[in-house]
C-alpha cells in the first residue's frame, strides 16, 4: 500500500506563491507518472500538470506559471505556483502511479490540500 501526504496549501493573495509537496510512502519498486489535479468548489476534479519519464504536461491555464517537479530519490513531487490568480483556488490533489516491490501496480491520491487565493 502506498499513501501519499501533501502539505504546502493555504491561503495567499493574487499575484503571490505558494509550492505544494507531496511525500510518498509505502512498498514502492518505481513510479511511472507524477500529477497534480485541482478541484475547484462545485466543479469537477482537473489536471493541473503531470510528469512522466522526462516528459511534463500542464493545463493551459496554468502555463508558465506552475512548474511540477519530482525527486525519485525521496518519492516526492512538487508544484511550484507562482502568478497565483482567484481562479486557481481549489483543493489540490497529489498522485502517484508506479509498481510496488510485489510488482503490483498502483495508483495513488493524497488526501487533498486547498489553496485560497484572494483578490
Known amino acids: 500500500q502506498v499513501q501519499l501526504v501533501e502539505s504546502g496549501g493555504g491561503l495567499v493573495q493574487a499575484g503571490g506563491s505558494l509550492r505544494l509537496s507531496c511525500a510518498a510512502s509505502g512498498s514502492i519498486f518505481s513510479i511511472n507518472a507524477m500529477g497534480w489535479y485541482r478541484q475547484p468548489p462545485g466543479k469537477q476534479r482537473e489536471l493541473v500538470a503531470a510528469?512522466?519519464?522526462?516528459?511534463?504536461n500542464y493545463a493551459d491555464s496554468v502555463k508558465g506559471r506552475i512548474t511540477i517537479s519530482r525527486d525519485n530519490a525521496k518519492n516526492m513531487e512538487y508544484l511550484q505556483m507562482n502568478s497565483l490568480k482567484p481562479e486557481d483556488s481549489a483543493v489540490y490533489y497529489c498522485?502517484?502511479?508506479?509498481?510496488?516491490?510485489?510488482?503490483?501496480?498502483?495508483?495513488?491520491w493524497g488526501q487533498g490540500t486547498q489553496v485560497t487565493v484572494s483578490s
Open positions: 498522485n502517484i502511479q508506479g509498481q510496488t516491490r510485489a510488482l503490483w501496480k498502483f495508483n495513488s
Open positions: 510528469i512522466s519519464g522526462g516528459s511534463t
